[in-house]
């Protein structure tokens, strides 16, 4: 089951470090861009994954061809693509071991989100974590860390 419930959310969120953001974009008009932008004002280090923009940079960070690319720990994938491709890259996520699936608005796939979960994954489907920090309070990660 999808988490759906406040407190479950904002723990994903409060302990996550490394969103690696499937379908981001360099386009300053696209949702993607802007809550890329918005994830790194937070804290959090995103990498993105886009094959059409490969090797490119967003942000400051190198664009990836596909997650298994990345090669370090990722916390949360967050799927920035239609529903129809939301399973290939939920198994990719299981594949490299990341700890979450975050579909974004619109985005679902009880399938997947099952697959995921099966294989230990936390899944949130049909939510924007821009708008769910904004929503929850989440303080900007990392701060309640420092002295």
């Known amino acids: 089951m999808p988490l759906t419930e406040d407190k479950d959310i904002a723990e994903l969120l409060r302990s996550a470090r490394t969103i690696a953001m499937v379908g981001a974009s360099d386009n300053p008009d696209r949702p993607s861009f802007r809550v890329m932008q918005f994830l790194q004002e937070h804290g959090y280090r995103v990498l993105p994954v886009n094959p ?26 967050d799927i920035f693509r239609r529903s129809d491709f939301a399973g290939e890259n939920v198994d990719q996520a299981i594949a490299v071991g990341a700890k979450a699936v975050w579909m974004q608005l619109g985005v679902i796939d009880v399938a997947a989100a099952k697959r995921a979960e099966a294989a230990g994954l936390k ?21 309640a860390e420092r002295p």
């Open 52 to 77: 059409k923009i490969t090797g490119e940079h967003v942000h400051g960070e190198y664009i990836w061809r596909e997650l298994s690319q990345i090669g370090e720990p990722i916390d949360i994938v």
């Open 123 to 143: 899944v949130v489907m049909d939510r924007c974590p821009k708008i769910e920090i904004a929503r929850l309070g989440i303080e900007k990660v990392g701060e």
